[in-house]
């Protein structure tokens, strides 16, 4: 209880405070809405000057610029490798195995960003993008056999 609330007590350092972690995020976010900004302006441009540009390409812009900053936040927090370094006593099996959690995820993270700017961009599944999703679930399967143990090991180790 104490090391969760420490943030919020008088005498923390501002880097590690609850507002400074706000404020790095909502400016990130106000970045990307800059940016989506100066795309829009750069359509206005085209559109006067005769050309045809993609329609709506400033909202197609900030929604895959916010989705890919939510991933990489998701992935910076990694809940699954948190619980495994206080889960498991022994050192050497611990950097194991945080390093194989950090790596699924990672997978897993980069799979749902994927599917999600293809959602975005709306492309077409043709063969070779149907047999990519058939594979990653067979990929899927396999893992999850493959890691079946480990996660038992895992929440064994946490009910201790």
């Given at each position: 209880?104490d090391?969760?609330?420490?943030?919020?007590?008088?005498?923390?350092?501002y880097?590690?405070?609850i507002?400074?972690?706000?404020?790095?995020?909502?400016?990130e976010a106000?970045r990307?809405?800059?940016?989506?900004?100066?795309?829009?302006?750069?359509?206005?441009?085209?559109?006067?000057?005769?050309?045809?540009?993609?329609?709506d390409?400033?909202?197609?812009a900030?929604?895959?610029?916010y989705?890919?900053?939510?991933?990489?936040?998701?992935?910076?927090?990694?809940?699954?490798s948190?619980?495994?370094?206080r889960?498991?006593?022994?050192?050497?099996n611990?950097?194991n195995?945080?390093?194989?959690?950090?790596?699924?995820?990672?997978?897993?993270?980069?799979?749902?960003?994927?599917?999600?700017?293809?959602?975005?961009?709306?492309?077409?599944?043709g063969?070779?993008?149907?047999?990519?999703f058939a594979?990653?679930?067979?990929?899927?399967?396999?893992?999850?056999?493959?890691?079946?143990?480990?996660?038992?090991?895992?929440?064994?180790g946490l009910?201790?």
């Open positions: 209880y090391k969760f609330f420490y943030r919020f007590r008088k005498g923390v350092v880097e590690k405070s507002t400074y972690q706000v404020q790095a995020i909502l400016s106000a990307i809405g800059l940016v989506a900004y100066l795309f829009d302006i750069i359509d206005m441009w085209l559109e006067v000057a005769g050309f045809k540009s993609v329609p390409i400033s909202n197609i900030s929604k895959l610029m989705s890919t900053l939510i991933a990489f936040k998701v992935r910076n927090y990694r809940i699954g948190r619980f495994l370094d889960a498991i006593k022994v050192k050497r611990k950097k195995m945080v390093s194989i959690v950090d790596k699924v995820s990672d997978f897993f993270i980069f799979g749902i960003l994927a599917t999600v700017w293809i959602d975005i961009l709306n492309i077409k599944p063969a070779g993008l149907s047999s990519i594979l990653s679930g067979a990929g899927t399967l396999t893992l999850t056999f493959a890691t079946q143990d480990i996660a038992k090991k895992a929440l064994g009910a201790l």
